[in-house]
């Protein structure tokens, strides 16, 4: 997968630089779907944190139903975390078009995009949401599995477009 930076602003779009990171973004720039690094922090001990743009969705022109996203969100964070062990969040974005995923180390997309595979594979042969009940969750009727998995499938279906964050 390429790190392709994302392109210049022109004079027209220049803003005052803002403190988060998607917030400096271009949306219009970015096509859908696509993997990115979105940060990268060296912590002071020397740890790193990878914090990955997983976008389901056209910014601005599609969104994912709440109730989807909502399972997307339980089923990524359980299932994430039996690909690999440095999964320290799986979080979806207000706007509804995708999640971040935060890592401890230093990873590329590259790297990522296999376990984000696995991680849908699982999902897609899913039987239920977990932690979708009163219990553990704060909504717990707020889910579809289905919703869900038609979201995967087809996130999964476009996956040799996952590097071309910024097309041409």
């Known amino acids: 997968m390429s790190e392709t930076p994302a392109p210049e602003r ?76 440095d999964v320290i969040d799986v ?4 706007c509804r078009t995708g999640f971040y995923a935060l890592l401890s180390g230093e990873h590329t997309a590259a790297d990522f995009a296999p376990v984000l595979e696995a991680t849908l594979q699982d999902l897609l042969a899913a039987t239920e949401v977990p932690a979708a009940n009163e219990v553990q969750c704060g909504w717990g009727a707020h889910h579809t599995l289905e919703g869900a998995q038609a979201a995967a499938r087809a996130f999964l279906d476009r996956r040799e477009e996952w590097e071309d964050v910024f097309p041409a």
Do not use: C, W
């Open 10 to 85: 022109t004079a027209e779009d220049a803003r005052a630089r803002m403190n988060v990171e998607s917030f400096n973004l271009d949306h219009r720039a970015v096509r859908a779907p696509y993997i990115r690094i979105a940060d990268r922090k060296v912590l002071p001990a020397g740890d790193v944190l990878t914090k990955f743009d997983i976008r389901f969705t056209q910014p601005n022109v599609a969104h994912l139903d709440s109730d989807a996203v909502h399972s997307l969100e339980h089923l990524m964070a359980e299932h994430m975390r039996e690909h690999t062990s």
């Open 91 to 94: 979080s979806p974005m207000g």
